[in-house]
């Protein structure tokens, strides 16, 4: 259907359209799913969470379910500073979604990496603006170029996860503009977003879901947006406010708000009807352009789990894997005989937590790379040494087999009553049981309910164990039929996923014996939401723990040491901030013994943000993962051995310490979370205040040299041509190595003396280019208006002031090779 068309067709139905119906596209049926109207053929819109992977639920009787492809997280997409390759990413994931019966795929997340201890830093891009603006704009491209649509979240300001549902991000104009609104008018104003999703804070005292400054004025005003402006899932709080504020769509359904109450609202003129028709207006485009409103459903078309996609998956890894410190060149690993491998991370990849959480069908960990690379010409042996958890992981479905049914995990059993009495609604067999919402069978009420899951759980070690839940509602542990574990929470609460209490215990098992596990969760009807994780570790007491001093043996024996360490899945995740930036559990104890028996240690971490590094000086070489989705293990290990040359940059400053980054002091807050570092995001703090960071923004190291030369361009330039002959700048980028290798080539802008502080620097062009040893290629920029101009406040407009501006060239904030000075009239 062409635009044309769709229009006319829009204006057909809004013409024959009850007032009840146009509410009844206000909000979802369900979790996923738009109101259909049969006798006006229009059909659901389904929607997925992601953004670097299809989630799917359980089970469903109106779309295909199953695992997708787990490609790596946001932090990595930005890491690979490649916006040609995330495109190709979203083409994929496009296919993905499309396969699984889905219109939109909820992401990309493009919320500025403002606090290391965030708890969706993994699903963001970046501290920078202007790259997580340019890695959003390819990936909504690519995504809506194959037929699926995007939901630009979460706008604006959702920053953190500490009191997200009720937090109010206190914040100046300027800062506004500049550092957390300027992403988002990016990618709205070069690919359009089929959808925008609103976020759950507060910014200056309003909800963004019924914020008409951020929605109507400044993203369809300002910004001429054309979709549907959605809430996050549960951030809608008023009728009245919301709609006429720009919030199109409330999810999930049925609806709290946009029901009844707002067709009453109309009728006895409380609110404009005008509001009400703009918002259908909006929505019956969505429809259009996901082919809702064609005669017949379009087939899914698309493919999941492609050894394309998994090859894709894994190129991106190799792309974003960033290389921190390499000293005496000790990396890559090349004619080594014996390797120890080491660390609680070697043996599997993790991953974030949280709504974005892909289950894929496979996931290759580092050690499982190394094997696969080295073969039987290196000896490689492998001790834990510590755990990477704090409250100990989920249990692995690999230890647990279900009572009825084949495969792994729990046999589960459905009740349409919190007593368990009868027989079950359904049942069916799920892998992990984990769930944040649960997804129940079609037809059962979400107001009582209970779930039993059965399994036969077998131990790997002999020794002391923990079972720990986290819950709402009521869970019930019982072994060998004893009940060990009772967990209630409180009826009500406002954390971000609900009432949720935790309670543990310590159990001695025997290796290789089998126990019959259950779990009986219920929900009473005057209990609220619904939320489950069953964790379950090996857990020594500290006293008879010997795994780092079996470490630091193997270290002493081998050639090379190579430290597996970071963050367990689920550690990152929407719902809570991590409690500081160390490492879990004793692994900064394990690298500091290790390389103290082995100069020659190699960190590989896995971390979604920032981590303090206290070892950083005692090993040789630090390698950053980031989450590098299923094939993770296969791309570490090509980078490790050289059959990857790295090429990763980081798009977040690591700091020295907790206490030098910019948030410090400002966060968390509480009812207020005052943004008062500014403009000083990031490298721009630490580069205006000239505080050094133990890795700058942009820093990556590369096993080849990359020279910088010949920097070109003009000495003046006029302001008012700036948009249409903007500013063209050339340098020379040389491989003077010995081996192929790609550098990010980076341009950032100084305003030498303006009438407003302006950050020391600003990232306004990069490029990542690939080169064969002794080649050289020019890279071109072209700097537009907005490349020289800063929000000014008192004029509410963006400004650029006559003067010298410098344009710095480089390989991160702290490596400037080139400069030139441009003159500005």
Request: hydrophobic share 40%.
């Amino acid at each position: 259907m062409n635009n044309i068309d769709m229009e006319r067709r829009i204006n057909e139905l809004l013409a024959q359209m009850t007032l009840k119906e146009k509410v009844a596209l206000l909000s979802g049926i369900d979790n996923w799913r738009t109101a259909a109207i049969p006798h006006l053929g229009i059909r659901s819109v389904v929607m997925t969470d992601g953004p670097h992977g299809v989630r799917t639920e359980a089970t469903s009787d109106y779309r295909p379910v199953g695992p997708a492809t787990a490609f790596p997280t946001g932090i990595s997409m930005a890491a690979s500073w490649d916006p040609a390759l995330i495109e190709r990413v979203a083409m994929a994931l496009a296919e993905e979604t499309r396969a699984l019966g889905c219109d939109v795929l909820l992401g990309p997340c493009v919320n500025i990496v403002r606090v290391p201890l965030a708890g969706r830093n993994f699903e963001s891009y970046a501290e920078d603006p202007y790259l997580a603006g340019r890695i959003g704009v390819a990936w909504v491209k690519g995504l809506q170029s194959k037929g699926v649509g995007a939901s630009l979240k979460h706008y604006a300001c959702n920053n953190q996860e500490f009191e997200r549902l009720r937090g109010d991000s206190v914040l100046d104009e300027r800062t506004l503009r500049e550092i957390y609104l300027a992403q988002f008018e990016m990618v709205v104003k070069e690919a359009q977003p089929w959808t925008v999703m609103c976020s759950y804070n507060r910014i200056n005292g309003v909800y963004a879901s019924q914020h008409t400054y951020l929605l109507r004025d400044i993203l369809k005003g300002e910004w001429g947006y054309e979709g549907a402006v959605i809430s996050d899932w549960g951030a809608n709080h008023t009728v009245f406010e919301s709609v006429a504020g720009g919030l199109d769509l409330e999810m999930p359904g049925p609806a709290k708000y946009y029901g009844q109450l707002l067709q009453e609202a109309v009728l006895t003129w409380q609110i404009d009807p005008q509001w009400v028709d703009d918002a259908a207006r909006r929505m019956l485009q969505l429809i259009a352009r996901t082919g809702k409103l064609e005669a017949e459903d379009s087939p899914h078309e698309g493919a999941v789990n492609t050894p394309e996609h998994q090859a894709l998956a894994r190129e991106l890894a190799e792309n974003a894997i960033t290389l921190l410190k390499n000293e005496g060149d000790l990396l890559p690993l090349e004619g080594v005989r014996s390797v120890a491998v080491i660390g609680p991370n070697a043996l599997e990849t993790p991953s974030g937590g949280g709504s974005s959480h892909v289950v894929p069908p496979y996931s290759v960990g580092p050690l499982e790379g190394l094997r696969a690379v080295f073969g039987a010409e290196v000896q490689l042996a492998y001790e834990q040494g510590s755990d990477n958890w704090e409250d100990p992981p989920i249990l692995r479905s690999a230890l647990v087999t279900p009572t009825q049914g084949e495969g792994q995990g729990f046999y589960v059993e459905y009740f349409d009553n919190a007593a368990f009495a009868g027989d079950p609604v359904a049942s069916k067999v799920e892998e992990a049981l984990a769930f944040w919402w649960l997804p129940l069978p079609e037809g059962m009420s979400r107001d009582e309910f209970g779930v039993r899951y059965t399994a036969t759980l077998t131990a790997e070690q002999s020794g002391r164990h923990i079972f720990r839940l986290l819950n709402s509602s009521v869970a019930r542990l019982y072994l060998d039929g004893e009940l060990i574990l009772e967990n209630e929470a409180p009826p009500l609460g406002h954390s971000a996923l609900g009432p949720q209490v935790g309670a543990q215990v310590y159990v001695t098992l025997e290796a290789g014996r089998s126990y019959d596990l259950r779990v009986d969760y219920s929900k009473p009807s005057a209990m609220d939401f619904s939320a489950l994780y069953l964790q379950f570790a090996y857990a020594p007491p500290p006293e008879a723990d010997d795994r780092i001093a079996r470490a630091v043996a193997l270290a002493r024996e081998a050639e090379v040491a190579v430290i597996f360490a970071g963050f367990a899945t689920g550690y990152e995740s929407e719902g809570g901030d991590r409690p500081h930036m160390g490492l879990p559990n004793r692994q900064d104890e394990l690298i500091a013994a290790v390389a103290a028996a082995n100069p020659k240690t190699v960190v590989v971490v896995n971390a979604g943000a920032p981590v303090a590094m206290p070892w950083v000086d005692a090993v040789a070489a630090v390698v950053l993962a980031y989450y590098p989705g299923m094939e993770g293990g296969h791309a570490v290990a090509r980078v490790l051995t050289g059959q990857v040359n790295p090429s990763g940059k980081l798009p977040v400053t690591f700091p020295v310490r907790y206490e030098d980054n910019p948030s410090y002091g400002h966060y968390p807050g509480g009812r207020d979370v005052r943004y008062g570092e500014g403009l000083l995001v990031g490298y721009r703090y630490y580069d205006t205040k000239g505080i050094a960071p133990l890795f700058p923004f942009g820093h990556g190291l590369s096993y080849t040299r990359f020279a910088l030369s010949a920097l070109v361009a003009p000495e003046i330039a006029e302001i008012a041509a700036l948009d249409e002959t903007p500013v063209e700048v050339a340098v020379t980028v040389t491989n003077i190595g010995s081996r192929p290798g790609a550098e990010v080539v980076q341009l950032y802008v100084r305003d030498v003396a303006a009438s407003l502080m302006r950050p020391q620097k600003e990232l306004k062009g990069f490029a990542k280019v690939a080169l064969q040893p002794g080649e050289s290629r020019t890279v071109a920029f072209a700097l537009d208006r907005r490349a020289f101009a800063f929000y000014d406040p008192y004029e509410r407009a963006w400004v650029v002031e006559p003067g010298d501006f410098e344009l710095l060239v480089g390989t991160s904030s702290w490596d400037i090779r080139a400069q030139a000075t441009v003159t500005v009239k």
